[in-house]
């Protein structure tokens, strides 16, 4: 459902981009990496619409090396931002072939999305988070990697019988000190369409509902996620997730309802 | 315990065409007699660098008088070539067999140096060798740089088996485990009691797991604990007379895991895993640190994903 209902958040801020273009170029700050990204291109394609500010209080953790270019573990964490009203984050990477990684709208959850991605090269990974009144507050870090995380087939692809176990949910919900805390992973080959004659293949729709049915976050992946993605949320005030819904590129339906 | 070094050959240098030796050329392999006609390669308890030149691995070789069998080559052209040379220098007897005891590249780079028709691998190495190891040589390039120069692939023609074999006055029993990667080739001399664990065992530095299977590696480690050897060339690490490098990689594997299923349950994302400290127990072991953050990489999504699947329903 939501491809419709995206459209129009996506036109406004590129209309409004174009007239205030000029003017929002003259106020964009120097990217606190400075050369070691392409933050100019990152933000014409991804961080248009508004006041860019990179602020540290959109935090994105990752290690400094990534051991496995198939599997980076990325948390953005922006829940120093309470009080803001945010309409959703977007991550890019500058230096993968695909740049987009995903989109994460935290409808009623805390601001807060941990998963895993693939790497191409050492490269800045950037969290742009949207807020309501148009500005982007933006968080960045940089992983170094040997690389070669896009262009590999997916490892599950050599294993007989992966489509008997396509779009599987498996879920958990952990409770602390902290608060209530949701694990999930779909199985699912997130094949980028860089690895020779595979086309791409990847979850691109997510939502999360609580016991009343209400979606209290949605995710949009790109292919940059890791083969069997793994996403950790923290629920703020949702006592309960219920269902794990949503679809791939392909139109396979992903559905898991926790007990 | 004789402990002998040998510089790397002027030879080598000639051959490699360099003007200026690079660090690794100037380096020495520290080469010991172990035991009767039996001497192994101590590699440095280190990471690969462009100081080492690689040379982070151990290997070995029994001379008899029927020929010498050799036990890994090392991580480059350069360090096999230096290792042949060395052998040859020790004992006149032809190379008749080459043993790679598992995939990993610091073990079977050097294979180039040695008589193609000797070198021997279990399949399952073999075939992995065969598909992986141009990325491993590329890897191994980039984080050691010019020593690599030179360096190809050589893929083991012959497979080996398991079984005991009379040779040269010597009882030989290769074995096939499995753990530290999907086939360990174990070689032990029953007749001096010597055990060349490849990686199975590590001492001194911690172990590493890219292709670990833990379950697997215990049982391999219960097997080799069975043994009647009377010392062991790890994988990594000094030779030893007892079962220390046993227990101490038995004591690691069993740490990681338990700390990685704890950390699952308690639905920590990996990047909470990297950020903690080790734990006192393993604060002086080389390379901890660094190991427990790449066996994060490699083991956590397998105990996570079991820890959610506990829970599933569709």
Same mark, same amino acid.
Request: proline share 6%; net charge neutral; aromatic share 6%.
């Given at each position: 459902?939501?491809?419709?209902?995206?459209?129009?958040?996506?036109?406004?801020?590129?209309? $409004?981009?174009?007239?205030?273009?000029?003017?929002?170029?003259?106020?964009?700050?120097?990217?606190?990496?400075?050369?070691?990204?392409?933050?100019?291109?990152?933000?014409?394609?991804?961080?248009?619409?508004?006041?860019?500010?990179?602020?540290?209080?959109?935090?994105?953790?990752?290690?400094?090396?990534?051991?496995?270019?198939?599997?980076?573990?990325?948390?953005?964490?922006?829940?120093?931002?309470?009080?803001?009203?945010?309409?959703?984050?977007?991550? $890019?990477?500058?230096?993968?072939?695909?740049?987009?990684?995903?989109?994460?709208?935290?409808?009623?959850?805390?601001?807060?999305?941990?998963?895993?991605?693939?790497?191409?090269?050492?490269?800045?990974?950037?969290?742009?988070?949207?807020?309501?009144?148009?500005?982007?507050?933006?968080?960045?870090?940089?992983?170094?990697?040997?690389?070669?995380?896009?262009?590999?087939?997916?490892?599950?692809?050599?294993?007989?019988?992966?489509?008997?176990?396509?779009?599987?949910?498996?879920?958990?919900?952990?409770?602390?000190?902290?608060?209530?805390?949701?694990?999930?992973?779909?199985?699912?080959?997130?094949?980028?369409?860089?690895?020779?004659?595979?086309?791409?293949?990847?979850?691109?729709?997510?939502?999360?509902?609580?016991?009343?049915?209400?979606?209290?976050?949605?995710?949009?992946?790109?292919?940059?996620?890791?083969?069997?993605?793994?996403?950790?949320?923290?629920?703020?005030?949702?006592?309960?997730?219920?269902?794990?819904?949503?679809?791939?590129?392909?139109?396979?339906?992903?559905?898991?309802?926790?007990? | 315990?004789?402990?002998?070094?040998?510089?790397?050959?002027?030879?080598?240098?000639?051959?490699?065409?360099?003007?200026?030796?690079?660090?690794?050329?100037?380096?020495?392999?520290?080469?010991?007699?172990?035991?009767?006609?039996?001497?192994?390669?101590?590699?440095?308890?280190?990471?690969?660098?462009?100081?080492?030149?690689?040379?982070?691995?151990?290997?070995?070789?029994?001379?008899?008088?029927?020929?010498?069998?050799?036990?890994?080559?090392?991580?480059?052209?350069?360090?096999?070539?230096?290792?042949?040379?060395?052998?040859?220098?020790?004992?006149?007897?032809?190379?008749?067999?080459?043993?790679?005891?598992?995939?990993?590249?610091?073990?079977?780079?050097?294979?180039?140096?040695?008589?193609?028709?000797?070198?021997?691998?279990?399949?399952?190495?073999?075939?992995?060798?065969?598909?992986?190891?141009?990325?491993?040589?590329?890897?191994?390039?980039?984080?050691?740089?010019?020593?690599?120069?030179?360096?190809?692939?050589?893929?083991?023609?012959?497979?080996?088996?398991?079984?005991?074999?009379?040779?040269?006055?010597?009882?030989?029993?290769?074995?096939?485990?499995?753990?530290?990667?999907?086939?360990?080739?174990?070689?032990?001399?029953?007749?001096?009691?010597?055990?060349?664990?490849?990686?199975?065992?590590?001492?001194?530095?911690?172990?590493?797991?890219?292709?670990?299977?833990?379950?697997?590696?215990?049982?391999?480690?219960?097997?080799?604990?069975?043994?009647?050897?009377?010392?062991?060339?790890?994988?990594?690490?000094?030779?030893?007379?007892?079962?220390?490098?046993?227990?101490?990689?038995?004591?690691?594997?069993?740490?990681?895991?338990?700390?990685?299923?704890?950390?699952?349950?308690?639905?920590?994302?990996?990047?909470?895993?990297?950020?903690?400290?080790?734990?006192?127990?393993?604060?002086?072991?080389?390379?901890?640190?660094?190991?427990?953050?790449?066996?994060?990489?490699?083991?956590?999504?397998?105990?996570?994903?079991?820890?959610?699947?506990?829970?599933?329903?569709?």
């Amino acid at each position: 459902m939501s491809e419709e209902q995206r459209q129009p958040r996506f036109l406004l801020p590129m209309v $409004v981009a174009c007239m205030l273009a000029s003017a929002a170029a003259a106020q964009t700050p120097a990217d606190p990496l400075g050369d070691r990204g392409r933050w100019a291109d990152m933000q014409r394609q991804f961080y248009q619409g508004g006041e860019i500010i990179f602020d540290p209080r959109v935090r994105i953790e990752v290690p400094a090396n990534a051991e496995d270019a198939m599997n980076v573990p990325v948390a953005v964490d922006a829940r120093a931002l309470a009080g803001e009203q945010i309409d959703r984050i977007v991550v $890019v990477a500058d230096y993968n072939p695909i740049l987009k990684v995903l989109e994460f709208e935290p409808t009623a959850v805390a601001p807060y999305l941990a998963f895993r991605m693939k790497v191409q090269q050492s490269t800045p990974i950037r969290a742009g988070v949207r807020l309501r009144d148009g500005r982007w507050l933006v968080g960045s870090a940089v992983v170094s990697s040997q690389g070669g995380g896009c262009t590999a087939p997916s490892a599950g692809r050599g294993v007989a019988g992966w489509e008997r176990t396509l779009n599987t949910v498996s879920a958990k919900q952990f409770s602390s000190s902290a608060g209530n805390r949701l694990r999930f992973s779909v199985l699912h080959p997130m094949d980028t369409g860089l690895a020779n004659g595979i086309p791409a293949f990847f979850i691109d729709e997510l939502s999360i509902r609580d016991g009343e049915g209400r979606t209290v976050a949605r995710i949009w992946p790109a292919e940059p996620v890791s083969e069997n993605p793994v996403f950790t949320l923290e629920l703020a005030g949702i006592q309960r997730v219920t269902q794990i819904e949503g679809r791939d590129n392909n139109g396979n339906k992903v559905l898991g309802t926790l007990r | 315990m004789q402990r002998l070094r040998s510089l790397l050959p002027a030879a080598v240098l000639l051959a490699s065409g360099a003007l200026q030796a690079p660090p690794a050329l100037a380096m020495e392999l520290d080469i010991r007699e172990v035991g009767p006609g039996t001497w192994a390669l101590i590699g440095r308890t280190e990471d690969l660098s462009p100081q080492n030149g690689g040379n982070i691995a151990n290997a070995g070789f029994i001379a008899t008088p029927e020929g010498v069998v050799v036990i890994d080559t090392s991580a480059s052209r350069t360090l096999g070539e230096a290792w042949r040379a060395a052998i040859e220098a020790r004992t006149k007897g032809r190379i008749v067999r080459v043993y790679n005891t598992h995939l990993h590249p610091d073990h079977i780079l050097g294979n180039q140096a040695f008589p193609a028709e000797a070198l021997a691998t279990l399949p399952p190495t073999r075939q992995s060798i065969q598909e992986v190891g141009e990325a491993f040589n590329d890897n191994l390039y980039r984080m050691v740089g010019e020593a690599m120069k030179g360096t190809n692939v050589v893929v083991p023609r012959q497979l080996a088996q398991a079984g005991t074999t009379e040779f040269g006055g010597h009882r030989i029993r290769v074995m096939a485990m499995q753990g530290h990667s999907a086939a360990d080739l174990v070689v032990f001399d029953e007749t001096t009691g010597t055990l060349f664990t490849g990686d199975l065992v590590f001492f001194d530095r911690a172990p590493t797991t890219p292709h670990a299977d833990l379950a697997r590696w215990r049982e391999s480690l219960d097997t080799l604990a069975a043994l009647p050897f009377k010392r062991m060339v790890p994988g990594h690490g000094p030779v030893l007379d007892d079962r220390r490098g046993i227990d101490m990689t038995r004591r690691w594997i069993d740490w990681l895991e338990r700390t990685f299923t704890e950390a699952a349950q308690a639905g920590l994302d990996m990047n909470e895993l990297l950020a903690r400290p080790l734990p006192a127990e393993w604060a002086s072991l080389p390379l901890a640190a660094s190991e427990y953050r790449r066996s994060v990489a490699h083991l956590y999504p397998a105990i996570e994903r079991r820890v959610l699947s506990a829970t599933v329903s569709q």
